[in-house]
């Protein structure tokens, strides 16, 4: 069992860059077992969705997704699990499932699954997540978040993807603060490149 998620806390991310602007929810959830403690079963769920601040560049000006994602934390398995995962995107409905990890302390986070989509010629997606919050002093942490998101498709008519995203800054009383960038490389043989960077609120609910 993954300690602390029990009655986990809901994380709201306002990021404003120079290109989009982000919201960002994103949680993790045991469900609860006839007496009121945690069973293996974890929720995984995000929402995000951002707006392009020019909306002249050609690129669509609204882009949301919505991912949850459920599995089997037994914990004989030492934080590996089973994972089926349900997407809807701005251009589709996909279905997936695979296996998941996932470690989570009072200061660090580890969590990754690889998965694959339940379909022909299916795309298989590589998800990190890993986050660091140090002690700085009585009421300050530090707060350091890296993701990669690794998009590989099975038909070779269809693009590779790969997005990173990155925070560096400061947490006190459930607010992180500090700067970020989001980074994309979309293609095959030759591949387009994005970047946004900009500042980040973090609030923990």
């Known amino acids: 069992m993954l300690p602390g998620l029990a ?59 919505f991912t949850e ?11 590996f699990a089973p994972v089926v995962v349900g997407q809807v995107l701005s251009w589709g409905v996909f279905p997936k499932a695979g296996i998941q990890f996932a470690k989570i302390t009072a200061h660090a986070t580890l969590f990754t699954w690889a998965v694959a989509e339940l379909e022909s010629d299916p795309r298989l997606d590589h998800f990190l997540l890993a986050r660091w ?36 800054g400061f947490s006190r009383q459930g607010w992180q603060f500090g700067g970020g960038i989001d980074l994309s490389q979309s293609g095959r043989d030759e591949f387009t490149n994005t970047q946004n960077y900009g500042l980040f609120l973090r609030h923990e609910f």
């Not at 590989?152 to 560096?168: E, M």
């Open 69 to 79: 994602a459920v599995s089997y934390n037994a914990p004989k398995l030492k934080g």
């Open 133 to 168: 919050t140090p002690a700085l002093g009585e009421k300050w942490n530090g707060f350091l978040q890296a993701e990669a998101l690794t998009e590989i498709p099975t038909d070779s008519a269809q693009s590779y993807g790969f997005t990173q995203r990155f925070r560096l």
């Open 7 to 65: 009655m986990a806390q809901i994380p709201v991310e306002l990021f404003v860059g120079h290109e989009r602007a982000t919201v960002d929810i994103m949680f993790f959830r045991f469900f609860q077992n006839a007496e009121g403690q945690s069973s293996p079963w974890l929720f995984f769920n995000r929402n995000r969705a951002s707006i392009d601040l020019d909306m002249s560049n050609g690129q669509p000006a609204l882009l949301f997704g």
